[in-house]
């Protein structure tokens, strides 16, 4: 790897003790994080994940800044979705600790119900609507709102879905309405939808992994622009995509992962997207070539 990416490259090393919360474990008392409720929407300290004996993330240290867009890079497999559903809840981590917005999480009883209610959000592609449902029900689901007798008050659903798709997503026309079955969307139609519900329930952290696979250029836009107004909201954002353009586009800051490991934190204005390209490029020739001498 040539002296100038080295130079550019902030690569993660040493100096992570000083991100690390300070334990009062002498008193047994909470730990304390200081700043963290301005500063961080998120921290993972020291994660690790197995999934029998592979290892899948190995010594995971990652801050989100609360109103940082962080677009996470790294080859099939490297352990990017992994991340993302240790923190949405859908598993545990086999050790290390999760701090949100300051809080640190019991990760014994978190899970995607409790990653909602602390504001995290993720959108996939394909998989973030139920397809046999209506528009309106499904941005609901698990959340209605129900009045004083539990009932669902469907008018004030269908008005609220109504002006997101509108104002929010920007749906024009084409019959599609909030009766509309989710079946009849088109890929960057649902992940609108998906998005639009994110921002509805004011989620302060989005996770968008892989949003754009195997979507249209305009529909890629879309998700694209309303990635930018995640940023203009004030709220955070992981974007992981295969696609460096787009990633280079809307990220504060880039996270490289290779094999479960983060090997470099990049802020964007530190480097142009012909240098994160060939730095990318260059990282994975030279692994190449360690593996072959
Ligand atoms: N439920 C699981 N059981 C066993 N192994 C798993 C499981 N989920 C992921 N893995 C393994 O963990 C590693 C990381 O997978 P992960 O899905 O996080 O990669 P990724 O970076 O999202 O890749 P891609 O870009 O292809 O989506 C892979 O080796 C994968 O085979
Ligand atoms: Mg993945």
Redesign the pocket.
């Known amino acids: 790897m040539s002296e100038r990416f080295l130079a550019e490259l902030s690569v993660l090393g040493g100096d992570f003790e000083a991100h690390l919360p300070r334990q009062d474990s002498l008193r047994g008392g909470p730990i304390v994080i200081e700043d963290a409720v301005e500063r961080y929407a998120l921290r993972m300290v020291n994660i690790e994940k197995y ?2 004996l ?1 290892c ?1 993330l190995k010594n995971i240290n990652l801050d989100v800044g609360r109103n940082e867009i962080i677009g996470l890079i ?10 993302v559903k240790i923190l949405t809840g859908v598993f545990p981590p086999t050790r290390g600790e999760l701090y949100i917005a300051g809080q640190k999480v019991d990760l014994r009883t978190y899970n995607v119900k409790r990653a909602h209610e602390h504001g995290i959000e993720t959108v996939y592609q394909d998989r973030s609507l139920g397809e046999k449902q209506v528009l309106w029900r499904n941005f609901f689901i698990g959340r209605e709102i129900t009045g004083r007798f539990g009932f669902i008050n469907v008018k004030k659903e269908k008005a609220i879905v109504s002006e997101i798709m509108v104002n929010t997503i920007g749906f024009r026309g084409k019959g599609i309405t909030v009766d509309s079955s989710v079946k009849l969307l088109s890929g960057g139609e649902r992940q609108g939808v998906a998005i639009g519900r994110a921002m509805h329930f004011e989620a302060e952290l989005i996770i968008l ?2 949003p754009t696979a195997a979507l249209s250029l305009k529909e890629v836009r879309k998700v694209i622009n309303f990635v930018h107004q995640i940023k203009d909201g004030g709220k955070a954002c992981i974007y ?1 995509s ?1 696609d460096i353009q787009d990633v280079y586009e809307i990220s504060d800051r880039f996270i490289v ?1 290779d094999r ?1 490991e983060i090997v470099a934190s990049i802020v964007k204005k530190d480097m142009t997207l012909k240098a994160l390209d060939e730095f990318l490029l260059e990282y994975s020739h030279g692994l190449k070539d360690k593996e072959e001498s």
């Open positions: 999934f029998g592979v899948a790294g080859d099939n497999g490297a352990g990017k979705s992994t991340i992994d892989e992981i295969h992962m479960g």
